[in-house]
């Protein structure tokens, strides 16, 4: 997928179905050190780290919310 893509169709679901807009938050901490990030061949060094939250509001079963 295209960067943005799951946000927007998450959107336009939401329109589509006439729930409430989602809801993200996110949060960037800054460090002096590098953090390692990933394991294995995957594995990486950075500065920043960020946590997203994303609520959603489904009427019919409740709020869902998901970190990382």
Do not use: H
């Amino acid at each position: 997928m295209k960067k943005g893509g799951p946000r927007t169709a998450l959107y336009d679901l939401c329109k589509k179905v006439q729930w409430p807009m989602p809801t993200f938050d996110t949060t960037e901490t800054k460090s002096r050190t590098a953090i390692e990030f990933g394991e294995g061949p995957q594995k990486r060094k950075g500065f920043n780290s960020y946590v997203s939250k994303t609520i959603l509001n489904m009427p019919s079963f409740g709020v869902v919310e998901c970190e990382g």
